[in-house]
């Protein structure tokens, strides 16, 4: 079984510019989380979709960061205009269902901003 | 605020020794506890998980015990070999915030051989 894939892996871009980051799920987990891992810290938690509804999204800088799961199943991240500051790892994990606690992720986009 | 805590950045132990990787938390309402472990340019991968009714579990070589009164929980790794070296997080769930995880900072083990 597939796990939980993300592109691209890196990115280097200059601020200001606009970026994105797609993730594709574990075929039939309804729940996709977005996490920001900032070096040598762990996971943070930005958004979580329950199918294509974002049920919390109290994480996300909403000024500049916007996400969208078309049809319940992949998902995109984007950040316009990126900061100096937005430099981290993004990892994208899904879940079975809502009270499924064990979370799989994928491997992460590691955003550079310079 | 940080509600997990990991208070050790890294540990250094010789293979077939037993490593003790610690974590703390201050959340009350915290329920389910999981350790996951990240090797370089790789996402976390889930590794043992207790629930907060238990105060143990084992699978294998890894061990997860749960104080609830400290608020403390710890993951037991016996023998330590040296595919065991990475970054392991603690993380912890509170059920009536679904299964949003809160991590820990993480704390890099190295086995020697």
């Known amino acids: 079984e597939a796990g939980v894939v993300q592109s691209p892996r890196y990115k280097i871009i200059e601020k200001k510019q606009p970026v994105a980051f797609w993730c594709n799920p574990i075929s039939g987990h309804n729940t996709l989380y977005w996490y920001r891992q900032n070096l040598g810290q762990g996971p943070e938690l930005l958004i979580r979709?329950?199918?294509?509804?974002?049920?919390?999204d109290s994480q996300l800088p909403k000024d500049r960061f916007s996400a969208e799961r078309l049809k319940g199943v992949d998902s995109t991240l984007k950040i316009q205009p990126a900061e100096l500051g937005d430099s981290a790892v993004y990892l994208c994990?899904?879940?079975?269902?809502?009270?499924?606690?064990?979370?799989?992720f994928g491997a992460g986009t590691r955003l550079s901003v310079l | 605020d940080q509600q997990v805590k990991q208070n050790s950045p890294s540990l250094s132990v010789q293979e077939g020794r037993i490593s003790i990787l610690n974590c703390d938390y201050t959340n009350s309402m915290f329920d389910y506890f999981l350790w996951y472990k990240k090797y370089p340019a790789e996402g976390p991968t889930f590794l043992i998980s207790?629930?907060?009714?238990?105060d143990k579990n084992e699978d294998g070589r890894f061990t997860v015990f749960l104080n609830k009164s400290a608020k403390h929980l710890s993951l037991h790794i016996v023998p330590s070999q040296p595919g065991d070296s990475a970054v392991y997080f603690c993380a912890a769930s509170a059920g009536s915030a679904g299964n949003m995880l809160t991590f820990g900072g993480g704390t890099r083990l190295m086995v020697k051989p």
């Open positions: 979709y329950e199918n294509e509804e974002a049920v919390d």
């Open positions: 207790i629930s907060s009714i238990k």
């Open positions: 994990a899904s879940s079975l269902m809502r009270t499924a606690n064990i979370q799989y």
